[in-house]
């Protein structure tokens, strides 16, 4: 089993920065992929970025690549996302997600079906 705690949302102005925690326990994650998605109201939940543990190779969603960055500390079993030049656009309850299978490809990492825990979520607030 894994436990993830999301933290860091709040509300922030159009143009300003955020960063969101996702503090995991419960398990040796060297093998997993961890993600971040984000759902805001009336929406499906769409992928925002991923990470694997091991390697630390990245994923991004065209819509934050260049404004976010997802990172990881092994040592605090803690992955960070950091969000800048943040748009209304990206209003959203944001979700981080463990994903235990070994994938080969983008398709793995965007879809949330391969991933198997999920944080509570925590609310971003993009005023203009």
């Known amino acids: 089993q894994v436990q993830l705690v999301e933290s860091g949302g709040g509300l922030v102005q159009a143009g300003g920065s955020l960063r969101l925690s996702c503090a995991a326990s419960g398990r040796t994650l060297s093998s997993y992929a961890m993600g971040w998605f984000r759902q805001a109201p009336g929406k499906e939940r769409e992928f925002v970025a991923a990470?694997?543990?091991?390697?630390?190779?990245?994923y991004y969603a065209d819509s934050v690549k260049g404004r976010f960055t997802i990172s990881r500390d092994n040592a605090k079993n803690t992955v960070y996302l950091q969000m800048n030049s943040l748009k209304p656009e990206d209003t959203a309850v944001y979700y981080c997600?463990?994903?235990?299978?070994?994938?080969?490809?983008?398709?793995?990492?965007?879809?949330?079906?391969?991933?198997?825990?999920w944080g509570q979520g925590t609310q971003v607030t993009v005023s203009s």
């Open positions: 990470i694997r543990w091991s390697g630390g190779n990245t």
């Open positions: 997600a463990a994903n235990p299978y070994s994938c080969s490809g983008y398709g793995c990492y965007v879809a949330g079906d391969e991933y198997d825990y």
